[in-house]
């Protein structure tokens, strides 16, 4: 999907965000990034071990990072040594994007001129932003916000009253109605007067041929995206929290939660009111039953259900001997 930043960023130099650490390079930060994708001249953080294949092959500059994790990091990277990861992080967010630690309503939105979206169908009281780009075919419903710079795909549908901001979807999704897509996901920094809210400024990427039903909540990623894999169905009132990466061809039954930064394989099946803690990764062809709460991660094809869920197997034993 195409390289898009939906927020303001300004361009800072390493030593004023970090004054009082001596770096070899005093260079202007590109861009704040995961340990995977980041790039030269880009600030990214480890905050975890879980995470330390990703942090041995960064090709990051600079990293924040605690005094037990930075010998993983390469020679290259220069390392911000700090007491809490996130709570800097948080704060550099805060300085580079100062306007992404709340979403504030988008003033550019306004009724559309049907000669910028040539063959796309409009119904009553559709508020368009500032350089939205939609393909040709698509049709959106009647009192639906699109929020300035977010791309729609061809033979899209959307749905009445739904909210799209800093999102960009492809070609035949169906967006039922009430959806509100790409706003601000659930994260801060919890002091005793005033909580350090953490500025989330990564997007929302919906592949070809999804299909969300109605009253779904996808918040766009905090430093990495949020992405839902190709041919994916969603079912009503299912919520993904920031950074969550749902594969193709998975199936979703209604109000499952997604924590942040979850993983999910391809062809995954999970039944209604079942629950992913963040951080796990959900292996291909896995089925999780209904009203599981997963806790750990799962390994490719397995079945599982119950809370804390286990191997379907294991869960039917113990219910016959609470029988």
Same mark, same amino acid.
């Given at each position: ?61 600079? !990293? ?37 630690? &709340? ?44 929020? *300035? ?6 033979? !899209? ?10 999102? %960009? ?19 801060? &920094? ?25 009253? !779904?909540? %996808? ?19 299912? *919520? ?9 061809? !998975? ?18 099946? %999970? ?7 963040? *951080? ?17 991660? &799962? ?11 286990v191997p379907l197997k294991e869960f039917l034993k113990n219910k016959k001997y609470e029988n």
């Amino acid at each position: 999907m195409k390289d898009i930043n939906f927020f303001e960023k300004k361009i800072i130099n390493i030593k004023k965000l970090f004054p009082k650490t001596k770096f070899k390079f005093n260079n202007n930060v590109k861009n704040v990034k995961t340990l995977k994708v980041a790039e030269e001249n880009d600030l990214t953080f480890f905050d975890s071990i879980k995470y330390k294949s990703n942090a041995e092959k960064t090709q990051a500059s600079y !990293c924040l990072t605690s005094e037990n994790l930075a010998k993983y990091l390469p020679v290259s990277t220069e390392k911000i040594i700090v007491k809490n990861v996130l709570f800097e992080l948080a704060k550099v967010l805060k300085r580079m994007y100062p306007l992404a630690d &709340i979403d504030y309503p988008d003033k550019s939105v306004k009724s559309p001129l049907k000669k910028n979206f040539f063959s796309v169908k409009f119904c009553n009281n559709v508020l368009i932003g500032n350089n939205v780009k939609i393909g040709k075919n698509t049709m959106i419903g009647s009192n639906t916000i699109i929020e *300035h710079d977010v791309i729609i795909g061809k033979n !899209c549908v959307i749905g009445s009253n739904v909210i799209i901001k800093n999102s %960009i979807l492809g070609d035949n999704v169906v967006i039922q109605d009430s959806c509100k897509i790409g706003q601000k996901g659930f994260g801060f &920094i919890p002091l005793e007067k005033n909580n350090l809210k953490f500025p989330h400024v990564g997007r929302v990427l919906i592949n070809d041929n999804v299909e969300i039903a109605s009253g !779904c909540t %996808i918040d766009r990623g905090s430093v990495d995206d949020t992405v839902i894999g190709q041919n994916t169905y969603m079912d009503n009132q299912v *919520h993904v929290a920031h950074n969550v990466k749902i594969g193709s061809n !998975c199936m979703i039954a209604g109000q499952v939660g997604f924590a942040g930064s979850a993983e999910i394989g391809n062809y995954v099946s %999970i039944g209604g009111q079942a629950g992913i803690s963040g *951080h796990l990764k959900i292996g291909n062809n896995v089925k999780i039953g209904g009203g599981s709460g997963v806790v750990k991660d &799962i390994a490719d094809n397995e079945v599982v259900m119950g809370y804390p869920a286990v191997p379907l197997k294991e869960f039917l034993k113990n219910k016959k001997y609470e029988n």
